[in-house]
């Protein structure tokens, strides 16, 4: 069973940044997809970015947060990470990790396309 282990939530002001990092137990192949997703308070979850394919694909943002997030792999090579810039009171939410092995890209929106998640860890943004 793969398993996802995020770090890095917590709360900061509006303008401020955090960083999130995910570490997966399994080595990560040519055809894995790593997303992150989100669940503000009360609503669903939804879609924050996605490295499709191990970067073969293409890296693919929400319009909420493009120009203010960053996702990428670390140099070991079997974490993601989603660097969170100019935070706002809208992206107070629980923030998790997915992973899936076989995903194609019409999908990697969807979360119920993923086949394996971290535990979630909380984001707050407020002054």
């Known amino acids: 069973q793969v398993k996802l282990v995020e770090s890095g939530g917590g709360s900061v002001q509006p303008g401020g940044s955090l960083r999130l990092s995910c570490a997966a137990s399994?080595?990560?192949?040519?055809?894995?997809?790593l997303g992150w997703f989100r669940q503000p308070p009360g609503k669903q979850r939804e879609f924050v970015a996605a490295i499709f394919r191990n970067n073969a694909g293409r890296i693919v943002y929400s319009d909420s947060v493009k120009g203010r997030f960053t996702v990428s792999r670390d140099k070991a090579g079997n974490a993601v990470i989603l660097q969170m810039n100019s935070l706002k009171p809208e992206d107070t939410a629980v923030y998790y990790c997915?992973?899936?092995?076989?995903?194609?890209?019409?999908?990697?929106?969807?979360?119920?396309?993923?086949?394996?998640w971290g535990q979630g860890t909380q984001v707050t943004v407020s002054s």
């Open positions: 997915a992973r899936d092995d076989r995903l194609i890209s019409s999908s990697l929106r969807l979360p119920d396309q993923y086949d394996y």
């Open positions: 399994d080595p990560i192949s040519s055809t894995t997809t």
